[in-house]
């Protein structure tokens, strides 16, 4: 198998190497981050369970910040100061950066012969280069890996070209925080398991995800104006619309990255119902919204949701 280029291997040490998701949409519901500087930005969206002696609080995620949000913002640090568990995505404190390295070689490798002017097509990747020259940046550096990992890669060079950083990010801070105080960190899924989402798509579904990563990020600076203010107020309805709505075009990716992996989280969240004390279950916003969202999933079980 070929080896997969430097330009990404910083992927490991970002919010990437939690993949927890190309174009812009779809990069603001696995790399959620905000743009201003200011510490307490009002009231992201959060929902509680309970249970007798057993409550959840679901917290929709920002995995990625610029230097100047690196305090929590005050919601969020009580939040967490009232848990005695953390669960989010991943553990993050369990990561092992050299086995998802490896992993990301296996699954986003072109095979051998292969490459990714291939697997556009000559038009598409004629197109491909000419919005990547609008970003400087050479899309031969990334001519041995497949669709969905150049889309990937591109979305996260280009948040780092505007200064964003993974330490600032709030599951980054929150796991700091269980660490330190001994707090229990859990997993939803794993990072194997999130890599093969993307390595699970059609290669056409690759295609449409790189073209729109590569058009998105062109115009990503401005376009996030709307959609930080929408979490910033806990507007999720907002958020369905300028975030979800756009990825629901793409019926496969959308199937694959949203509701599939919203489907598998319910039953270790139901299980936090048979142990007692708080658990802050910590995900992407947009995990919380829409329909096809784990709030709705869960009411859909029977369980009531309270709105924080």
């Not at 995505?89 to 092992?96: H, I, K, S």
């Not at 058009?215 to 910033?232: E, F, H, K, M, Q």
């Amino acid at each position: 198998m070929k080896e997969t280029p430097m330009i990404y291997r910083a992927m490991r040490d970002t919010p990437a190497r939690r993949l927890t998701a190309g174009m812009a949409a779809l990069a603001l519901l696995l790399f959620t981050w905000l743009g201003a500087a200011q510490a307490d930005v009002g009231q992201p969206a959060a929902w509680a369970l309970e249970r007798d002696d057993s409550r959840i609080v679901l917290l929709g995620s920002i995995h990625l910040l610029p230097p100047g949000m690196a305090e929590l913002p005050t919601r969020v640090r009580e939040l967490y100061e009232h848990a005695d568990t953390l669960i989010m995505e991943l553990a993050m404190d369990q990561l092992d950066p050299v086995a998802f390295q490896r992993e990301v070689n296996r699954l986003g490798s072109q095979p051998e012969g292969g490459s990714l002017a291939a697997s556009l097509g000559e038009a598409r990747w004629q197109e491909a280069q000419a919005l990547a020259r609008e970003i400087d940046l050479d899309l031969m550096l990334l001519g041995n890996v497949k669709p969905w990992l150049a889309a990937l890669t591109i979305t996260q060079l280009r948040l780092v070209q505007l200064g964003f950083a993974a330490e600032f990010g709030l599951e980054v801070q929150l796991t700091g925080l269980a660490v330190r105080d001994g707090k229990p960190i859990e997993g939803l899924e794993t990072a194997e398991a999130q890599l093969g989402v993307f390595a699970g798509l059609s290669n056409d579904e690759q295609i449409d995800m790189l073209m729109q990563s590569l058009g998105d990020a062109v115009t990503l600076r401005d376009d996030v104006d709307t959609i930080v203010s929408a979490w910033r107020s806990g507007d999720v309805a907002r958020m369905d619309d300028e975030l979800l709505a756009p990825v629901r075009e793409s019926p496969g990716l959308y199937e694959a990255v949203v509701v599939q992996r919203n489907r598998d989280w319910i039953a270790p969240i139901e299980a936090l119902l048979e142990r007692p004390g708080t658990h802050l279950v910590v995900v992407g916003a947009l995990h919380l919204v829409g329909e096809d969202s784990v709030v709705a999933m869960l009411e859909a079980r029977g369980h009531a949701l309270q709105r924080l």
